[in-house]
C-alpha cells in the first residue's frame, strides 16, 4: 500500500467529516429550539409574533440543512470507496448501525421535513407539529445510529473474531449500549444545542444592535430562548464530556497520557503496546491530539464565562434591548461552539490513532487498495467542492439572517394552485 | 434471511432508479423546457423538495449495502472509485442549486441544477455500465461504457420529460407534452413504461453482484432485516403522504 494513499484518504475522510459537522451541529441543536417554538405557538392558539419566529428560525434551519445533508451523502459512499479495508475487517459490526441509520432515521427525517415545508398553512396546525417533531426525533435518532458506530471504532464491543480473522457481530445489545457511543451522544446533544442556543442569541443580538424593528418583540424573545438555551446547554455538555474524560483513562490511556503530557507514563504504555500488538509506534499525534483538547477547554471557559454574564444581562430587559456592547459579544460567540465542537472531534479522532479500531485494526490497514494518483482525483474533486459549498451556503446562511424576520416575498400562484388556506 | 436482505436492498435501489432517475432526468431537460428565467425557476420548483424524498432510496440502498454486504461493498466502491467520484459529485452540484434556489439565490442556481443532472447520470450510465460488464468492481471499458452511459443518459430523459408532463404547467407542460405526445393520459404511459425500463435495467445491473455469497453474519442481519421490514410500511406510507400532497396542492417554490 502506497503510504500516501492513507495520508490522502486521511484528509479526505478529516475534511469531509469536519465539514459535515460544522453543518449538522448546528442541525441537530436547531431542531429542538425550532421544534419547542412551534410546540408554543400552537398551544397559544397561533399568536402572530410565535408564528413568526418559527418562520424566521425555520427559514434558516432549513438553509443550514444542505450541506449537512450533501456532506453526509459523500461520508456514506466514503467508506467503501477509501476505506474498504475497515468494511472487510469489521463492517459485520459496524455496517449494522450504518445501515439503520439511514434506513430507520434519515430516511423518515428527510421525507418528513419535505412534508413540514409543503404543509405550511395546508396542514391542520397539530399534525403540522407532530411533523416537525418526527424530524427533531429522528435526527436525534441518527445522531445516536452514527455514534453507535463511532463509539464502537472508539471502544470495541458486541463483536467477535469470526473463522477467517474477521469481526463479527455477536452481542448486539452490548453494541448499541456501548458506554463510549452513549456518553459521545450526550455530549453532542449539549453541544448541538449550545451551538444552536449561541446562533440564535447572536443573530438576535446583531437585529437589535442594528436597530432592526421589533415591535412585537420577536427579537428580545428570541434572545432570551437563546441565552435561557445556552446555560442548560452548557452544564449537558460539560457532564457528559466530564465523564468521558474520566472513562479515557481506561479506554485509551495513550490519549490521556499524551493529553496530560505525562512522558514516563506515555513511554510505559508504548512498551506495553509494543510487547501486545508487535513493533510499532502507538502513540497518537502529540500536538495535535493535545492542541484540540486544550483548545476545546478554553473555549469551554470562555462560553462559560460569556453565558453566565449573559443570563443576568438577558433578564433585565432594558439591558437586553439596550447593551450594545454586550450584543457585540453574543455575536462575536456564534463561531466559538463550532469552534469547540471540531476541536473535540479532533481529540477524540486523532487522539485514537494509529488505530481505526482501537486495539483491532490499524488505520493504514483499513484503506482501499487505490493508487495514490486516483486518491488525489478524488480529492481533488470533493475539497474544493466543499469549500464551495461551504462558503456558498453560510453566504446564503448570513444574507437570510441579514434580512430578518420578514416575511417572504409571496411566489406568484401556480395555475394549478388553490389559495393556500392559512390553518393557523 | 439473505433473500430477504437481497429484496431489501433492490428494492431501495429500484425506488431509487424510478424515482431519482426521473428528478435527475427533469433536471437535465431544463434548457429545453424552461426557455427564460421564469420557467427554468418553475420547472426547478418541480422537483423542489421532492427529490429530498427521492434520494433517501439511494442513502437507505447504500446503507444496507453497507451493513448487509459489508465486503463486497467495500470492493464495490474502491475498485469503482474514479465512476462514483463524478457520480457524488454531480450529485452534490446538483442538491446544492436546488437548496440555494429554493432559499431565493440567483437563476444561476438552475445551471447548476441542471449541469449536475448531466453530471450525476452520467455517472449513473457509466455505474451501471460497469457493473453489467464481465467484473463489477473494475470500471467498464471505454466502448462498452460510452454506449451504455448513451442509452441511461437517453432513458432518464425519456423519463424526466413523462415526469415533467405530470408534474408541469403552462408552457413548460407543452413543450413536454410535444415530445411525450397528448395521448396515454398526458405523458402516464410514457412515464409508466420508463419506469418499468428503469426498474429493469436497475434489476439486470444488480443481479451481477454476487450478493448472497457476501452476506453478513446472521447476528448482523438478525438486527438489521426484521428492523428494516417492520419500518417500511410507515416510510411508504409518508411517501404516499407526499406525493398525495404534492399532486394536490400544485407547488411553490419556497415557503422558506
Known sequence: MESQTVELARWQFALTAGGHFLFVSLTLGLATVLAVLQTRATLRGGQPVHLRMVRFWGRLYVINYAVGIVTGLVMEFQFGMAWSGLGTYAGDVFGSSLALETVLAFFVESTFLALWLLGWGRFNKWVHLGVLWVVTLTAYLSAYWVLVTNGFLNRPAGHARGADGRLVLSDTSAMLTNPNALLAFGHILGGALLTAALFVAGVSAYHLRRGTADEDGLLRRSLRVGVFTALPALLLTVAFGGIQFGEIEEWQPLKAAVFNEDNAEVVRLQAEMVREFGPGNYVPPEALTRGAGLLMLMVFGVLTLAVLVSVVLVSVRRWAVGARRWHLVLMALVPLPFVAMTAGWVFREAGRQPWVVYGLLRTEDAVSHVTAGRMWLSLAVFVPLFAVLTVGNWWVLLRAVRQGPVEPEPERAEPTEPTAAVAY | ?256
Open chain 2, 1 to 256: 434471511m439473505e433473500t430477504l436482505a437481497v429484496a431489501l436492498l433492490g428494492f431501495f435501489f429500484v425506488g431509487y432508479v424510478v424515482l431519482g432517475g426521473a428528478d435527475l432526468g427533469l433536471g437535465m431537460l431544463l434548457p429545453y423546457l424552461g426557455r427564460n428565467r421564469e420557467e427554468r425557476h418553475r420547472t426547478v420548483s418541480a422537483i423542489w423538495p421532492l427529490f429530498l424524498a427521492n434520494e433517501v432510496w439511494l442513502v437507505a440502498a447504500a446503507g444496507l449495502f453497507i451493513g448487509a454486504f459489508p465486503t463486497l461493498e467495500g470492493e464495490v466502491f474502491s475498485g469503482l472509485m474514479v465512476v462514483f467520484v463524478p457520480l457524488l459529485a454531480g450529485w452534490m452540484i446538483r442538491d446544492a442549486g436546488l437548496w440555494w434556489r429554493a432559499a431565493g439565490s440567483g437563476p444561476a442556481a438552475d445551471w447548476l441544477v441542471c449541469g449536475g443532472s448531466w453530471l450525476a447520470a452520467g455517472g449513473w450510465g457509466w455505474l451501471i455500465a460497469s457493473l453489467l460488464n464481465d467484473s463489477p468492481t473494475e470500471p467498464t471499458s471505454l466502448g462498452l461504457g460510452a454506449v451504455t452511459t448513451l442509452f441511461v443518459l437517453l432513458l432518464f430523459l425519456a423519463h424526466g420529460l413523462g415526469f415533467a408532463a405530470l408534474r408541469l404547467t403552462g408552457t413548460p407542460l407543452a413543450r413536454a407534452l410535444r415530445l411525450t405526445g397528448r395521448g396515454g393520459r398526458g405523458g402516464r404511459h410514457s412515464l409508466l413504461l420508463t419506469s418499468l425500463v428503469s426498474a429493469t435495467l436497475a434489476v439486470l445491473a444488480g443481479a451481477r453482484l454476487p450478493l448472497s455469497e457476501h452476506a453478513a453474519s446472521d447476528t448482523a442481519l438478525t438486527l438489521i432485516v426484521p428492523l428494516s421490514l417492520a419500518a417500511l410500511p410507515l416510510l411508504l406510507a409518508a411517501h404516499l403522504w407526499l406525493w398525495r400532497l404534492v399532486s394536490r396542492t400544485g407547488f411553490r417554490l419556497s415557503s422558506l
